[in-house]
């Protein structure tokens, strides 16, 4: 048999339309850089949305996942392993955490959380206090459950009924919280800067009166930090910067580096609800994802990667504001470390994916967060010099668009 074409038609033919991928098929990837079929260079502004924050094919990843390929693949969670136990000693003596629970994804680290709130106040209050706050604009994943904690209704459009007791208030609005919060809330779900829904850093003081108000009234806090996490904003979880601690937080993305991996860390107050037998995974805890996440996490826990995140960002800005004195594209450039959001002036609004596909022809990847923010999440160590070439491009993209 000879074999298919494989290329960017053949997406068309054989996959659901759930994506549109640019029209280039990538095929490998050092550091910062991509190459594509045709060989085109690109410098790698997106991070695969915020997963690969030691850059493509970091050597000691590489080891790390070629070392375990000879050892053990998996068992499934009948029995346990050395790399998840690693793992998960890594993540408790390193955050608030006292207990783990692995996944594949943010969703399913989303789905263990929320069914996690639920099932403690069914436990400790009954089963009245069951309703969950979230905030309008949040993202928290793709399965029914985080479709319905997340604030933005496209998402779950046509797929109802979605499961209930869930109630979303304007984001940074501590009175709109207090006027929903009450003693049936089991918990308040929040992304410490909202990723998708256009890059909105909580304001410290919001975050301090939300862990207030889950206090005063026996609801859990639940930091989404897929996004945010393993390193993203120059702490190892922002929360650690926001000086507010959750009862639950979850964490993918970067935490395996571009393996799939997902984690829910939470108290040892709260993890016992999900008591044996509760909730799993056939995959959660996998010895090939947790080796990568246990490297990938040592190495981004450390001065070196961490320290230097504030600088970056630092760059990334000056190169935005230069960009903008010359084109007056952006109305707000917002960031929180390399999580860097720069929202169009309203004319453009609508049309940001049109940057994005500029970009790609300049050797550029970048990513929109919803229709009127352009959104970079590099690698965290992207060399300076990657960030000035890229910006360059950006400039000619910004250009191109702006011409046409
Ligand atoms: C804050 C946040 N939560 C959850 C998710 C879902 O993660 P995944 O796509 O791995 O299911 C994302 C993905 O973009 C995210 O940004």
Not at 196 to 225: Q, S, Y
């Amino acid at each position: 048999m000879s074999q298919p074409t494989v290329d960017r038609a053949l997406f068309d033919q054989v996959m659901v339309p759930n994506y549109n991928p640019q029209q280039m098929v990538p095929v490998r990837g050092r550091g910062s850089r991509v190459w594509d079929q045709a060989g085109n260079e690109y410098i790698d502004f997106a991070g695969g949305i915020a997963v690969n924050a030691l850059g493509h094919c970091h050597p000691e990843l590489v080891a790390a996942l070629k070392d375990q390929a000879d050892e053990l693949w998996h068992l499934s969670n009948t029995f346990t392993n050395e790399p998840a136990l690693r793992l998960a000693k890594q993540l408790t003596d390193n955050t608030f955490a006292d207990k783990i629970f692995f996944c594949n994804s943010g969703a399913e680290a989303n789905e263990a959380a929320f069914k996690l709130a639920r099932k403690f106040a069914y436990d400790n209050f009954g089963p009245e206090k069951n309703e969950i706050i979230s905030f309008k604009q949040g993202f928290h994943g793709r399965t029914l459950f985080t479709v319905s904690v997340g604030g933005q209704p496209k998402y779950r459009e046509g797929f109802e009924p979605a499961p209930g007791g869930i109630t979303h208030v304007p984001f940074n609005d501590i009175e709109a919280l207090k006027s929903a919060i009450s003693d049936k809330t089991c918990a308040v779900v929040m992304e410490p800067i909202q990723g998708e829904g256009g890059v909105i850093p909580a304001d410290p003081d919001f975050a301090k009166a939300v862990r207030e108000l889950c206090d005063a009234n026996n609801a859990l806090l639940v930091f989404d930090e897929i996004q945010t996490g393993v390193g993203r904003t120059g702490e190892l979880y922002a929360y650690m910067g926001l000086g507010v601690t959750p009862d639950i937080l979850t964490s993918a993305k970067a935490l395996g580096g571009g393996f799939p991996v997902g984690a829910m860390l939470a108290t040892d107050r709260v993890a016992p609800s999900l008591g044996f037998g509760t909730h799993g995974s056939t995959y959660g805890g996998n010895p090939l994802a947790c080796t990568v996440a246990d490297k990938a996490l040592s190495l981004i826990n450390s001065k070196e990667v961490l320290g230097a995140v504030a600088e970056k960002n630092a760059l990334f800005i000056e190169e935005l504001n230069k960009i903008n004195a010359k084109h007056n594209i952006f109305s707000e450039v917002r960031s929180g470390g390399l999580l860097i959001g720069a929202e169009l002036v309203e004319a453009w609004h609508g049309k940001a994916a049109q940057f994005l596909a500029a970009a790609r022809e300049e050797g550029l990847m970048i990513l929109v967060a919803g229709p009127k923010v352009i959104r970079m999440t590099p690698s965290l160590i992207i060399p300076d010099e990657d960030i000035r070439e890229g910006m360059e491009k950006l400039e000619r993209a910004i250009a191109r668009v702006l011409a046409a």
